[in-house]
């Protein structure tokens, strides 16, 4: 179908439906051992409907059951079951029938607007559009990210709480234009304390004068600035240049340097690379969280499974 003039908004719409169509398909012909209380019918509904996985991964996972790979599906139940409490079966049809796209897939502000009208909870379907896209390597635009902190105020939390994974994994550019996209188009005030998280990120990675160029690069030296000396006390390694400061904002600092050294204290030769502000990204690591579920098989990983011995054939 060719879509034109007035109806060019809605060729993504009959994209994802066609898709939908051959995903579950390709699910019911297949001929494999469903776990017990399970159908080719009921796996290809509890694959369309999930609510984090793109459309991408869910035709990986649909080429996984016609190759006789059945192995995944209890942790997809799994995921599944707890999403569909906190957004709601309102949203999650509309995901399965493709009439919006998945979280993950998320990329006009049309699409933004009409999950959020469809979800149980707006805070929730936008935390875990962030979860899902920013927070597996899959950028929002600026102006998205805008408007969810105009909708919902406190998405700058979870944004940030992302922003600090990113610096584990390495990704330093992600990281730094979500936190100056937050604190730039933030339309409250912002509390200091979920960054915290970030610049404890920073630390953890042997990061510490990254993170006090940050607070300068976002103009916030002044408004933060028992973060900023709590930080430059780090960076020097010596908590006694706090005393120096004003009573309150002495003890504001001495705080926040408490929180921010809370972890495992960097080596004294990391202290001494911080003085020398280098320019190449963090290293590569991984950091695990203890955020809300997330999809976990990535759309390569399901590629490569397809190399597994199938499972024995048998009646769906």
Same mark, same amino acid.
Not at 2 to 31: K, T
Not at 88 to 113: K, M, Q, Y
Not at 305 to 316: E, I, M
């Given at each position: 179908?060719?879509? $034109?003039?007035?109806? %060019? ?55 996984? %059951?016609?190759?006789?790979? =059945? ?14 409490? @906190? ?12 009439? %919006? ?17 469809? !979800? $149980? ?7 875990? @559009?962030?979860?899902? =896209? $920013? ?9 998205? +990210? ?11 939390? $979870?944004?940030?709480?992302?922003? !600090? ?17 937050? @604190?730039?188009? !933030? ?15 920073? +630390? ?11 607070? =300068? ?78 999809? =976990? ?20």
């Amino acid at each position: 179908m060719d879509l $034109e003039g007035e109806d %060019v908004h809605l060729a993504p719409v009959v994209d994802r439906v066609r898709a939908l169509q051959e995903i579950r398909a390709r699910i019911n012909r297949a001929e494999v051992h469903w776990p017990p209380g399970q159908t080719s019918s009921s796996i290809a509904e509890m694959v369309s409907r999930h609510p984090t996985y793109p459309i991408a991964l869910k035709q990986s996972v649909s080429l996984l %059951v016609e190759a006789g790979n =059945t192995d995944h599906f209890q942790l997809l139940q799994g995921t599944l079951g707890p999403l569909a409490i @906190i957004l709601g079966d309102r949203l999650l049809d509309a995901i399965s029938s493709g009439e %919006v796209p998945s979280l993950a897939d998320v990329r006009t502000l049309i699409e933004l607007h009409r999950i959020i009208e469809l !979800a $149980e909870s707006r805070s929730h379907a936008i935390t875990f @559009i962030i979860i899902a =896209t $920013e927070g597996l390597g899959q950028p929002l635009s600026d102006e998205i +990210i805008r408007r969810m902190l105009r909708l919902e105020p406190s998405t700058t939390e $979870e944004i940030i709480r992302v922003a !600090a994974t990113l610096v584990a994994r390495g990704q330093w550019a992600s990281m730094r234009r979500l936190v100056l996209l937050v @604190i730039r188009q !933030a339309v409250t005030p912002i509390p200091i304390e979920p960054f915290v998280i970030v610049f404890k990120a920073f +630390i953890s990675q042997n990061l510490m004068a990254e993170g006090v160029e940050l607070i =300068t690069e976002a103009g916030m030296t002044e408004r933060w600035a028992p973060l900023y000396e709590a930080q430059r006390a780090v960076v020097s390694g010596s908590r006694a240049q706090l005393d120096s400061l004003a009573p309150e904002m002495r003890i504001a600092a001495l705080g926040l340097y408490d929180q921010l050294c809370s972890l495992p204290k960097p080596s004294d030769e990391a202290h001494d690379r911080a003085g020398d502000m280098a320019s190449k990204p963090p290293p590569e690591k991984r950091k695990a969280t203890k955020r809300r579920p997330t999809p =976990t098989l990535a759309p390569e990983q399901a590629k490569r499974s397809l190399r597994r011995k199938p499972a024995r054939r048998g009646s769906s």
